[in-house]
Structures are given as C-alpha cells and as structure tokens.
C-alpha cells in the first residue's frame, strides 16, 4: 500500500516533525535500550527525571535563553485551564484586586469570560468592532496602574491576528497566552511576568502546558483556589505533585532537541518570516484571494484568506485535501481558509500550497 504523507495546516493540534515521529516510532517499544516505552516508567525514576524531564526543561531554557528567576512548570491541563488559573494566583498582587485584558480574538474574549469569574476585570481594549482584523488607535487603550497584571494573547489563531511588539505597561506584569506562537521566534522572556503555553501547536500532542513564572509572582493564589490550580503546588513539587503527562513531555523534549539542531530560535524564526511571506504575497497579489487582517498585525503562524465565493471556499478545502493539502478549512465562526504554518510545517509545504491555490485560480478565477 503506497503511503503519501499529507501537508498538514491544522491549527491543532498540529502537524509535527517528520523526523521527530521517525523518533518516537523508533523508541516505541524499546526506549534507550530498557524493554519498555518511555510511556511505561515511573514519573519519579532516575531514568524518567534524568533522561526525559531535565534535558527537556534545560533545552527550553536554552532555547528562550529563559533567565535564572524564572519557573519552568510543565502542567497536565489545556490552555483554557490558565484562563482560570491565571486570575486565581495573580489578582491578588495587589490591593484593587484586579485585572487588564487586551481582547484581540476569540481566545483573549474566553480568557476574559473566565477571569470575570474571580474578581474585577478591565477590558483596557477590544478589536471586536473591527472584527478582530484592525488594531485600534492607541488613545483608545485604557490601561489602569493598580492592575495585578495585564493579560494578552500575542496570536490570535482564528482571526490571524499578531501583535509584533510587547504592549508597554509601565511596570504593571504582563501575562501573555503564548500557545500559538511560542518557539517560532525570539522573545525577552524578562518582560513578561508569566509565558503559559499549550503544547499543540508548535510543541507536540496535546494535553500539556508549560508555564513560564517570575519566581516574584508567585505565592500569591486566592486561599480557596485548588491545589492543582495553584502554580506554586507545581513549584513545590517540581511539576510532579502528580502524576504528570510524561508521553506530552516526552515530545516536547524531542521538539526541543529538533529546534536546537535546526539552530535554535533565531533560525526557525528566519524560517518561518519567509513561509509567511510567500503565501501572503501569493495572496496579496491575486483578486481571487483577500485577506482582511491589518498589515502591521498579520499572523505568521495563522494566515486566514477568502475566496469569492463560499461554495468556493468549501471547493478549495475539497480539492485541496485530494491534493494532500488538508486541514485548510478556516474556522467555523469566520469560514474562509486557515493555513497553520507552525514551525513543523515544511518550506516546501507552503510551496506547494501557493503552487495549488495558482491552479485553483486558473481554474474558477
């Protein structure tokens, strides 16, 4: 039976590396010469911590150059746990007891929904009137100096919507859901108070988080908050007060290792401005395709465009899967297309999507 392995642009979880599957194939049954997988050993073996979690928390380290009064936590919950977590640990910073949002997308918008739940949240912008495409005019941010911490999401996935500079806060703690973005390119882990981040997007299966802390952060969790919803249970703990995700960070290990070989951060991320440019050049220079998102906020991880026609769009996503091009459908709530171009999505990927979408052009244009 012939095999052909599909372009993958599923916004996840997404697609992995090739070479990283190959790995995992390979130490399936046999891991480092043991007899059993790496999914069958103790969580608190010298093997499972010395082996799989050390290395990995050491390369992520690396890799964001992460400095030395930070906690590295990686944390058996979605991305969505955080968006209670969040609020629950850090209204309490200060005295107000409150919160600023920056609602850019869907994302920011459940991040909000939820904090509201646990105290006072300021909604400092919202690029909903826009339809999450257009950024508003800076005089519109209302950013309050008695927040606990501002918090925002630098990719949108659905919108395909990309802040491409930090907001200032003037000392107020940023807290940013970097799941969509993180690893595809350099950022001051020091002006953040808190990076979380969900692992299936650029980082492996889902089920895994890992959160990124100001040791000044924590400590702070509301007193009825939950154990396993407050980090500083995972600091104690070192990420094992339970039982943790070892097959998910197991695979973030290996896409940590990948990176690195590739040439780390800066590489990946010279990498990934050229497939994001292509396919928006091929966009921006055809009457076919639109997108709508603002120049200055375009996505690289996320590129959303539409076709003339929604039967045109439902007949690019068909034709395209027949083409082993697959996942392009864009999300329910918007439509149009989505091509997720994480950093385990191949140049040559995009290449042949750009090649498809000049066909289908020539073809109903």
Sequence with gaps: MTFHRAYNFCAGPATIPEVVLERVREELLNWKGRGSSFMEISHRSTDFLKL???????????????PEDYHILFITTG????????PLNFLNLKPHKSADYLHTGVWSGKAINEAKRYGNINVALSTENNQFTKMCSPN???LDSNASYLHYTPNETIHG?????IPETHNV????????????RPIEVSRYG?????????????????????????GFANALTPTLYQYQTYIDSGSLYHTPNTFGIYMAGCIFEWLLNLGGISEIAKINQRKSQKLYDAIDHSSFYRNPVQKEFRS???????????????LFVKEAQNNHLINLKGHKSIGGIRA?????MPEKGVDVLIEFMQEFERKYG
Excluded: C, W
């Design 52 to 66: 799989v979690f050390e290395p990995a928390r050491e390369n992520l380290k690396k890799l964001l150059n992460i």
């Design 79 to 86: 991305t969505s746990h955080q968006f209670a977590m969040v």
């Design 140 to 142: 519109e941010l209302k």
């Design 161 to 165: 919507f990309q802040f491409h500079t």
């Design 173 to 184: 703690p940023i807290i940013a859901d970097m799941s969509s973005e993180i690893l595809s």
């Design 194 to 218: 808190m990076i979380y981040a969900g692992t299936q997007k650029n980082i492996g299966p889902s089920g895994l988080t890992i959160a990124i802390i100001h040791k000044n952060m924590a």
């Design 300 to 314: 690289q991880m996320n590129v959303i465009y539409y076709l003339p026609t929604v039967e045109l769009d439902q």
């Design 340 to 344: 997720s171009i994480y950093n385990a």
